[in-house]
């Protein structure tokens, strides 16, 4: 199997023969242009709120069983083939929701969804949910973050910068600000806001290493990613 071919999975079967009917008879076409011009039209949208296309999700999983790893392949791949944003959303939700499911395997599936119609609202949640429990999970794909946060695709390079989001007291912080470092200069407004946003979130954890962190290195760090980074704890 390679990450752009999904295996087989009754499961997926049975999930993807519901979810286009359940989520496109609620589109809200209205709804949905709006959506993809917030959204710099990465994508068309069916128009559905979030709170609407979760209620709508129960009903296409009711029944099913718990996934495995090969349903959550099969069904993720499949879904991000769909052409409407709201499919991605769907399998990002149950890829958070399954995730200790997961082995180290499926980083290359992670990777594929990270740089397949990329763009904040999907990676973000790949990074911080689903790449960062792979990682902390198995702490020798650690060493596949080194790689990541060097990529020439600055999707990948966002992904290695947020992945220990929620790691708070057990944040590798000499990988953190590695990384910080290594793409302080970045030309890309997403890896220099997902710098700040790194170090903003660790400084609820360490205030003061974060602080001494950006002091130290305000001359090479974009001015956005020192006031991202400093926006809840001052200078």
């Given at each position: 199997?390679?990450?752009?071919?999904?295996p087989?999975?009754?499961?997926?079967?049975?999930?993807?023969?519901?979810?286009?009917?359940?989520?496109g008879?609620?589109?809200?076409?209205?709804?949905?242009?709006?959506?993809?011009?917030?959204?710099?039209?990465?994508?068309?949208?069916?128009?559905?709120?979030?709170?609407?296309?979760?209620?709508?999700?129960t009903?296409?999983?009711?029944?099913?069983?718990?996934?495995?790893?090969?349903?959550?392949?099969?069904?993720?791949?499949?879904?991000?083939?769909?052409p409407?944003?709201?499919?991605?959303?769907?399998?990002?939700?149950?890829?958070?929701?399954?995730?200790r499911?997961?082995?180290?395997g499926f980083?290359?599936?992670?990777?594929?969804?990270?740089?397949?119609?990329?763009?904040?609202?999907?990676?973000?949640?790949?990074?911080?949910?689903?790449?960062?429990?792979?990682?902390?999970?198995?702490?020798?794909?650690?060493?596949?973050?080194?790689?990541?946060?060097?990529?020439?695709?600055?999707?990948?390079?966002?992904?290695?910068?947020?992945?220990?989001?929620?790691?708070?007291?057990?944040?590798?912080?000499?990988?953190?600000?590695?990384?910080?470092?290594?793409?302080?200069?970045?030309?890309?407004?997403?890896?220099?806001?997902?710098i700040?946003?790194?170090l903003?979130?660790?400084?609820?954890?360490?205030?003061d290493?974060v602080?001494?962190?950006?002091?130290?290195?305000?001359?090479?760090?974009?001015?956005?990613?020192?006031?991202?980074?400093?926006?809840?704890?001052?200078?």
């Amino acid at each position: 199997m390679t990450a752009c071919a999904p295996p087989p999975s009754a499961f997926a079967d049975t999930v993807l023969a519901r979810l286009p009917a359940v989520y496109g008879g609620a589109a809200d076409p209205r709804r949905a242009a709006q959506m993809r011009a917030y959204m710099k039209d990465v994508a068309p949208f069916l128009g559905l709120a979030s709170p609407v296309r979760r209620e709508l999700s129960t009903v296409v999983l009711a029944g099913t069983p718990r996934p495995d790893e090969a349903d959550l392949t099969a069904l993720a791949l499949r879904c991000w083939a769909l052409p409407e944003r709201e499919y991605a959303y769907f399998a990002v939700d149950l890829l958070r929701r399954h995730v200790r499911r997961l082995s180290s395997g499926f980083l290359p599936v992670a990777r594929h969804l990270v740089t397949t119609v990329p763009w904040w609202d999907t990676v973000d949640a790949l990074a911080a949910h689903v790449v960062g429990g792979l990682v902390a999970a198995d702490p020798k794909l650690a060493a596949t973050m080194d790689g990541w946060i060097a990529d020439p695709d600055l999707w990948v390079a966002r992904t290695a910068l947020l992945h220990q989001l929620r790691r708070k007291h057990s944040t590798d912080t000499e990988r953190l600000f590695a990384y910080c470092l290594r793409q302080a200069g970045h030309p890309d407004f997403f890896v220099r806001k997902a710098i700040g946003w790194a170090l903003r979130e660790y400084a609820k954890t360490d205030a003061d290493a974060v602080r001494a962190f950006v002091a130290a290195h305000r001359d090479v760090l974009a001015s956005l990613s020192v006031r991202e980074a400093l926006r809840n704890v001052g200078p």
